[in-house]
């Protein structure tokens, strides 16, 4: 396949998944594994103004993840501890360890994330293209989700 060739079937493959909301939080592939030989890929997470807004508790199974507070206040929990960021903060987040992100204040949060290795932005990709709606309103507590995350991506809801 010629390199324009290429770039027209990435660019096909990366519309298609571009975007996705769950539960009012956007969430946008910016740089695909295809593109870093699955090393890794970088996601952002938009949250909206208005209520504070969360990520529930849960863990991934294959990747690490850094975090880098690109806008608003955030409070984290990462296994036993209460960490707060806001603009530029970074923080890395093993794998097996459980997490979760709330957004603090009325203002609009944004969160730059990379995984590592790729392969989690593959459920954003069936996510994003899912015509189903109830699929996509509540990811916390809607089996399908549950069951693709664990099954698929060793990804899981924590519940204490």
């Known amino acids: 396949m010629s390199e324009k060739r290429d770039n027209e079937v990435f660019s096909q493959d990366y519309k298609s998944m571009d975007q996705c909301n769950l539960d009012g939080i956007n969430y946008k592939v910016l740089v695909l594994g295809n593109q870093t030989q699955n090393k890794y890929f970088i996601i952002e997470i938009t949250f909206p103004p208005g209520e504070e807004t969360e990520i529930p508790l849960h863990k991934h199974g294959n990747e690490a993840l850094a975090i ?4 608003g206040n955030f409070s984290f929990r990462y ?3 209460t960490l707060e960021g806001n603009k530029d903060t970074l923080l ?16 609009q949060g944004k969160l730059l994330v990379t995984y590592t290795p790729a392969g989690l932005e593959n459920f ?10 109830d699929f996509k309103k509540s990811v916390a507590f809607d ?5 693709l995350l664990e099954s ?9």
Request: no cysteine.
């Open 68 to 71: 880098q507070v690109i806008e």
């Open 124 to 133: 954003f990709r069936e996510i994003g293209t899912s015509t189903m709606e």
């Open 92 to 107: 890395r987040f093993e794998r097996d360890t459980n997490h979760s992100y709330r957004k603090i204040g009325k203002d």
């Open 152 to 160: 698929n991506y060793n990804w899981r809801f924590v519940f204490e």
């Open 79 to 81: 296994g036993k501890k």
């Open 143 to 147: 089996p399908v989700i549950v069951h």
